[in-house]
């Protein structure tokens, strides 16, 4: 398999704001990505699962505890259930009312001006949803977009059956 270059036109060293701008904003949430990009971040980091709807969720944890009060898993909740949820509210009060995004609102609004780094969130080793519902989203991207992210993941087998379904995206195994 041919190797693509991370971002290759993008200047290095490549900066990734770790879950938008978390240390100003709740995590995973536009705000925090709003945040980094006024702080001058070239780039950002973000988490996605599936929602029982098949949506691509913008969130980190296997469930909705420590953002949300809520011991339910993303997988597991509708996304009207989910759109429901306040995940600004643990951080500050300011931020109350905060909504979990969709990675394609995400997409919309910081790319290609922020080049984006794609965490896929999953331990499944067979039969895993998340690869190929990220591949068809990102075949729906323009180029302009698409040269703006790459795809990573702790599961190596979630990348390689992303790089099985989409060889233009570069991928990192973290």
């Known amino acids: 398999m041919k190797r693509i270059a991370l971002l290759p036109d993008r200047p290095r060293p490549l900066l990734f704001a770790h879950r938008g701008c978390s240390s100003l904003a709740p995590e995973n949430t536009m705000e925090s990505f ?23 969720l ?13 011991d339910k898993s993303p997988e597991s909740m509708t996304l ?16 109350s009312g905060a ?12 790319c290609p001006g922020m080049y984006i780094d794609i965490e896929l969130k999953t331990r499944k080793t067979s039969a895993d949803p998340l690869p ?18 790459t795809v990573s993941s702790f599961n190596p087998i ?8 989409e060889q233009t995206v570069p991928t990192a195994i973290i």
């Open 34 to 56: 709003a945040k980094a990009r006024e702080y001058g971040a070239p780039g950002i980091e973000l988490d996605i699962h599936l929602c029982a709807d098949g949506e691509l």
């Open 58 to 70: 913008v969130c980190h944890d296997d469930h909705f505890r420590r953002t949300a009060g809520c």
């Open 80 to 95: 009207e259930e989910i759109r429901e949820l306040d995940v600004g509210s643990w951080f500050a009060p300011e931020y």
């Open 99 to 110: 909504r979990v995004p969709l990675l394609q609102e995400v997409l919309e609004e910081f």
């Open 132 to 149: 190929e519902a990220l591949a068809k989203l990102l075949a729906r991207q323009n180029n302009t977009v698409r040269s703006a992210l």
């Open 158 to 165: 979630a990348i390689k059956r992303f790089k099985a379904l």
